[in-house]
């Protein structure tokens, strides 16, 4: 039977079986925001978590960071974001909904340059816009119980300017040389003028981020390194390679900085042309240390403490400037520079719905149709289930056993209500890659079934194995 990709189904196949609700439904929900169910708080987590392992706690060259959502207005103002981090937007004057231009299709038949040929998404009316405008994307809010000295703060629209202003505290607590990463997973906040495809866009998301500092010189093969080491974290997890792909940035997409860019994109079935982005990795060179240097001297701070630096021109490109606070001195190489950084920079949510679109598939089982999410292991909300076959003859008090026994490793379900076909079905839809099952033969032999959600195949186990085929079968 043909797979069902529809956004429709997924967005249904969630809020049936609790992976992800609207926000606030029941006071008739708020746009844009979403709220993670039983079963999907337990899908975010271990994505998050297989995140972390793979860039954290199996690298000896990165540490990982987490830091507050408010930082110093001032932060923004080095980094960008203040003046610069906006949408160009327009408003159809036939609807009055203001949408991205960079987001706007022709009309067919329409190649004209500039807004005169471009569609309205919400009207359809061709070419009725108003002069394009940047429309600012953090969201302000105020700090300080006090009128007189409340002051207005940004939530952050990335984690990574958190990375770059602990760059110096990092090098001064810990052993890090470079080339060394700093990595952090958090909420990142962002008032996006068109929010889209359920969680794919939202105002709200969460972001895993790298900041990978690097010699100049050295960036290019740092750049090569991430594209295939993210790109492989995807596959690794289960997504299909016909489904992901690499997509270097064309020159005009290029932030200024940025001397080179590449999305990691997942062919989404929703969007125009569907190849939709999970992942940008940038080589962001010496920019964004270089700008907190500067955004420093503006406050004086650092400079009051460290007198012997005071004296340094960091408003010219001048050799002193290497030796600013954000510089880093290689001991090997008798050199100090401002570190080139490489950034791959994911989407926590849009990796959820990913995983989810990529593991959503149909079968059919005796005649009937068989829904199921083929989640690889480390990712699964629930790694196994257990169930008495009946609710007697003391089989629920083994399984209980089996499940307690289990449950201190891996997140496991107990259930012992319906028919055993439904509550495997019901296994299968949300992703649990073992059933065991506690029948009649358990008591004369101690062994019980195992059956995998895939294939559906089934085998007896002695019940004392069970924890160890779990730990070789999920390799987690
Ligand atoms: P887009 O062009 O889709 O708006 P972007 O290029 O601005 O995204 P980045 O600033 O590179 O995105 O953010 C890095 C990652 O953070 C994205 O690849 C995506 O996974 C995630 N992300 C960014 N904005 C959102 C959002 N509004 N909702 C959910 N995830 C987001």
């Keep these: ?228 080491a993210r790109f492989k974290w995807y596959t690794d ?17 290029l932030a200024h900085y940025a001397k080179a860019c590449v999305d990691v994109e997942y062919k989404f079935p929703f969007g125009s042309g569907d190849w939709q982005e999970l992942e940008g990795i940038a080589n962001r060179t010496d920019f964004d240390l270089r700008q907190h240097q500067r955004g420093m001297r503006t406050l004086n701070a650092w400079y009051e403490k460290k007198g012997d630096l005071s004296k340094i021109d960091l408003n010219s490109e001048s050799e002193d400037y290497q030796k600013g606070p954000l510089s880093y001195f290689d001991e090997e190489a008798k050199q100090r520079f401002i570190p080139y950084v490489i950034e791959p920079s994911a989407g926590i949510d849009r990796s959820c719905l990913a995983f989810l679109v990529d593991a959503y598939d149909e079968d059919e089982v005796n005649g009937e149709k068989r829904g199921l999410l083929r989640f690889h292991p480390a990712i699964a909300p629930v790694k ?25 490793y891996f997140n496991c379900f107990y259930d012992e209500k319906s028919a055993v076909g439904r509550r495997y079905r019901r296994q299968d839809e949300a992703g649990t890659p073992f059933c065991i099952t506690i029948d009649g033969q358990t008591k004369e032999d101690q062994t019980v079934t195992v059956r995998e959600r895939d294939s559906m195949k089934q085998e007896r186990i002695n019940m004392s194995q069970v924890k160890q085929y779990l730990r070789e079968k999920l390799d987690i």
Excluded at 391 to 400: H, L, S, T, V
């Design 1 to 228: 039977m043909a797979k069902l990709t529809k956004l429709e189904d997924i967005v249904s196949l969630c809020k049936r079986r609790g992976f992800i609700f609207q926000s606030s439904e029941i006071y008739g929900g708020l746009a844009s925001c979403y709220d993670y169910g039983p079963l999907g708080s337990e899908l975010k987590r271990n994505v998050r978590n297989a995140w972390w392992k793979s860039t954290v706690q199996m690298r000896d060259d990165i540490v990982g960071l987490d830091c507050s959502i408010f930082m110093h207005p001032l932060v923004w103002k080095a980094s960008g974001h203040a003046d610069k981090f906006a949408d160009i937007v327009t408003v159809c004057k036939k609807c009055n909904v203001r949408s991205r231009v960079d987001h706007l299709a022709s009309a067919e038949n329409k190649t004209a340059d500039g807004l005169a040929g471009k569609v309205c998404p919400a009207c359809g009316a061709v070419g009725q816009f108003t002069e394009p405008m940047p429309f600012r994307l953090m969201f302000e809010t105020q700090m300080g119980a006090n009128v007189d000295d409340s002051m207005t703060i940004f939530l952050r629209p990335e984690t990574a300017q958190g990375i770059f202003v602990n760059f110096r505290n990092v090098l001064d607590t810990t052993r890090v040389k470079i080339p060394f990463g700093i990595a952090q997973i958090g909420k990142s906040f962002r008032n996006e003028v068109t929010t889209k495809a359920f969680i794919f866009r939202t105002r709200e998301f969460e972001q895993a981020e790298i900041e990978f500092f690097c010699a100049p010189g050295t960036d290019e093969k740092w750049f090569e390194h991430w594209k295939e």
């Design 237 to 253: 997890l289960g997504i299909k390679k016909e489904n992901l792909r690499l997509r270097p940035h064309e020159k005009d997409e």
């Design 384 to 408: 196994a289930a257990v169930f008495p076959l009946v609710k007697k003859d003391g089989m629920p008090e083994i399984a209980r056993n089996i499940y307690d026994d289990i449950r201190k």
